[in-house]
């Protein structure tokens, strides 16, 4: 491969996801095969502002590939969205003579990755690290699977109280904007019901659907809802209020973004890691990469930050149906 490029940098930003230490091994043992230096910036592109960075070995990413979260850390930058902190971050590169940025995370990330790319002409790729699953261009996010086990294993132990104690449990699960993960978790409990930004909730037919079915004598109920839709202390409140069924909840939050990345994390994560670094070396910057039907999938960085999620009308049918 012909490239300019001689050392790329690699940063995670935004929410952390299992699979992020994976991504990171790629670009870097991946770069190195390629005769490319590798810096790790710390703590996303408030690293790049602060001047806050590694050199990357092979030895460095030694036994990550199995760990949750990410080594270079991660965060989230205010000051990155202004000019003045772009133009930092322009400047660190440019002192650390760094030619191509990798960088994992989700549509804010993307967002940034973009701006240096059009604005400053840094040539950059992104690779999907979110568990919310939510950007185009890609059937899986890194993390996105992890965090749906680690969902649905802690609702089914809630099913067996929920069951015993003759109780209405409402599941708080994670997704601000997107309701992927809650319709995954609520397919795969069997779950009675389901509430996501992408459908406006009825919750005076649900009451009417819990109330009816205490009647014929159904003694536990879950519903799964997004965190941006509804808190899960409320709706239970409401529901008891509506009801006068007993209701709890239970907030599943950050621990889906914890734990060792199951094997398809581990696996995308290295196959988009690998390709990242590939793109850049090719010339193909301002990209993400992404896999469709098992192929890597290049789309624009522009692109890639909002994914239509037709086939939710599916999920909610299916539910719907189940219950």
């Given at each position: 491969?012909?490239?300019?490029?001689?050392?790329?940098?690699?940063?995670?930003?935004?929410?952390?996801?299992?699979?992020?230490?994976?991504?990171?091994?790629?670009?870097?043992?991946?770069?190195?095969?390629?005769?490319?230096?590798?810096?790790?910036?710390?703590?996303?592109?408030?690293?790049?502002?602060?001047?806050?960075?590694?050199?990357?070995?092979?030895?460095?990413?030694?036994?990550?590939?199995?760990?949750?979260?990410?080594?270079?850390?991660?965060?989230?930058?205010?000051?990155?969205?202004?000019?003045?902190?772009?133009?930092?971050?322009?400047?660190?590169?440019?002192?650390?003579?760094?030619?191509?940025?990798?960088?994992?995370?989700?549509?804010?990330?993307?967002?940034?990755?973009?701006?240096?790319?059009?604005?400053?002409?840094?040539?950059?790729?992104?690779?999907?690290?979110?568990?919310?699953n939510d950007l185009h261009g890609t059937d899986q996010t890194i993390g996105c699977n992890t965090a749906i086990n680690t969902a649905l294993e802690a609702i089914d132990k809630v099913r067996d109280t929920a069951h015993s104690m003759e109780r209405i449990f409402i599941v708080e699960v994670m997704g601000n904007r997107s309701g992927?993960?809650?319709?995954?978790?609520?397919?795969?409990?069997?779950?009675?019901?389901?509430?996501?930004?992408?459908?406006?909730?009825?919750?005076?037919?649900?009451?009417?659907?819990?109330?009816?079915?205490?009647?014929?004598?159904?003694?536990?109920?879950?519903?799964?809802?997004?965190?941006?839709?509804?808190?899960?202390?409320?709706?239970?409140?409401?529901?008891?209020?509506?009801?006068?069924?007993?209701?709890?909840?239970?907030?599943?939050?950050?621990?889906?973004?914890?734990?060792?990345?199951?094997?398809?994390?581990?696996?995308?994560?290295?196959?988009?890691?690998?390709?990242?670094?590939?793109?850049?070396?090719?010339?193909?910057?301002?990209?993400?990469?992404?896999?469709?039907?098992?192929?890597?999938?290049?789309?624009?960085?522009?692109?890639?930050?909002?994914?239509?999620?037709?086939?939710?009308?599916?999920?909610?049918?299916?539910?719907?149906?189940?219950?």
């Amino acid at each position: 491969m012909a490239s300019k490029i001689k050392k790329i940098g690699v940063l995670c930003s935004g929410g952390d996801g299992p699979g992020m230490n994976a991504a990171v091994r790629a670009v870097v043992r991946s770069g190195i095969n390629y005769g490319l230096k590798v810096e790790g910036i710390m703590r996303g592109y408030q690293g790049l502002i602060d001047n806050d960075m590694m050199e990357m070995g092979p030895r460095s990413v030694s036994g990550i590939i199995g760990r949750g979260g990410t080594i270079i850390k991660t965060a989230r930058s205010p000051e990155f969205r202004t000019e003045k902190g772009q133009q930092k971050a322009v400047n660190t590169l440019k002192k650390h003579k760094i030619d191509a940025l990798v960088v994992v995370g989700g549509d804010g990330s993307y967002l940034g990755a973009n701006e240096l790319y059009s604005k400053w002409g840094i040539p950059t790729v992104g690779i999907p690290g979110t568990i919310d699953n939510d950007l185009h261009g890609t059937d899986q996010t890194i993390g996105c699977n992890t965090a749906i086990n680690t969902a649905l294993e802690a609702i089914d132990k809630v099913r067996d109280t929920a069951h015993s104690m003759e109780r209405i449990f409402i599941v708080e699960v994670m997704g601000n904007r997107s309701g992927y993960i809650a319709m995954q978790v609520a397919m795969g409990s069997g779950a009675e019901d389901v509430v996501v930004p992408e459908f406006k909730p009825d919750y005076s037919a649900m009451c009417d659907r819990i109330t009816k079915g205490a009647k014929r004598g159904k003694i536990s109920w879950i519903i799964v809802v997004s965190e941006g839709v509804v808190k899960a202390a409320s709706l239970a409140e409401s529901i008891t209020t509506m009801t006068g069924l007993e209701t709890r909840s239970v907030v599943l939050g950050h621990v889906q973004r914890g734990g060792n990345p199951c094997a398809l994390d581990r696996i995308l994560s290295t196959r988009l890691g690998v390709a990242a670094v590939e793109e850049l070396l090719k010339g193909n910057a301002g990209k993400a990469i992404g896999v469709i039907q098992d192929k890597i999938n290049i789309v624009p960085l522009v692109d890639a930050r909002k994914r239509p999620f037709a086939e939710f009308n599916e999920y909610y049918r299916l539910i719907t149906m189940m219950r």
